[in-house]
């Protein structure tokens, strides 16, 4: 079983890399294969409604900016972790480009996201964290992707690199998400399939 973490933060190792390392190192301790994905920073591209996925329907995107190179490393795993850090009460652009266009990609080519497990972690610094959380909630539920809870929603409150780790309850969220996640992987031999 394989879970893909998409990182969305510019700051590769900063607090939402340290709230989703904290998941997948669950998941690893367990024999899951992670791997974690960064696309904060990157020039990826808002989806520019051309509609050439749905009808070329070849699991691409038209634009050519590397995101295409995700498509099959989403579409062969059981499990998907988007991580994002709250930017003005939002996800960052980069994680909305990457929602508005693998999502029109995954609905042009018989919607592969259907049936695999998912959550979102946020990181917040004070406000907002619950909006970014639900923006990738929106796009976890239109896709079908079947998302486990915690004991709170999945929310670590820090603003310098490492401090979301003195968040106590924030990390005991990620470790409560991260049974039930693996839990529902098991239960389900990897998602219930596309
Ligand atoms: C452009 C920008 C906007 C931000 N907006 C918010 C916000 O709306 N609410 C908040 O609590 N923190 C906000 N922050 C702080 C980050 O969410 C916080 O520092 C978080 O821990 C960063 O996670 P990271 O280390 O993974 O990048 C903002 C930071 C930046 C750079």
Redesign the pocket.
């Known amino acids: 079983m394989k879970v893909v973490g998409i990182n969305s933060?510019p700051?590769e190792k900063?607090?939402?890399?340290l709230m989703m390392s904290r998941v997948m190192g669950h998941m690893e301790k367990k024999g899951i294969s992670t791997e974690i994905i960064h696309i904060g920073g990157k020039d990826i591209k808002g989806c520019r409604a051309c509609d050439t996925c749905r009808k070329l329907r070849n699991e691409t995107c038209i634009l050519d900016d590397g995101l295409n190179a995700l498509i099959p490393k989403l579409k062969e795993a059981d499990g998907l972790i988007l991580g994002a850090?709250?930017?003005?009460?939002d996800v960052p652009a980069e994680m909305k480009a990457f929602i508005d266009r693998a999502g029109r990609v995954s609905g042009a080519n018989g919607r592969f996201l259907n049936r695999k497990i998912g959550a979102a972690v946020i990181?917040?610094?004070?406000?907002?964290?619950i909006h970014a959380f639900d923006t990738i909630n929106h796009f976890f539920l239109i896709s079908g992707i079947i998302v486990p809870g915690s004991t709170y929603w999945n929310l670590g409150v820090?603003?310098e690199?490492g401090e979301?780790l003195d968040d106590a309850e924030g990390m005991a969220t990620m470790d409560h998400l991260a049974e039930n996640f693996i839990w529902l992987l098991e239960k389900t031999g990897g998602g219930l399939g596309g």
């Open positions: 933060s700051r900063g607090n939402t890399y850090p709250t930017y003005y009460a990181a917040v610094r004070r406000g907002g964290g820090g603003r690199i979301v």
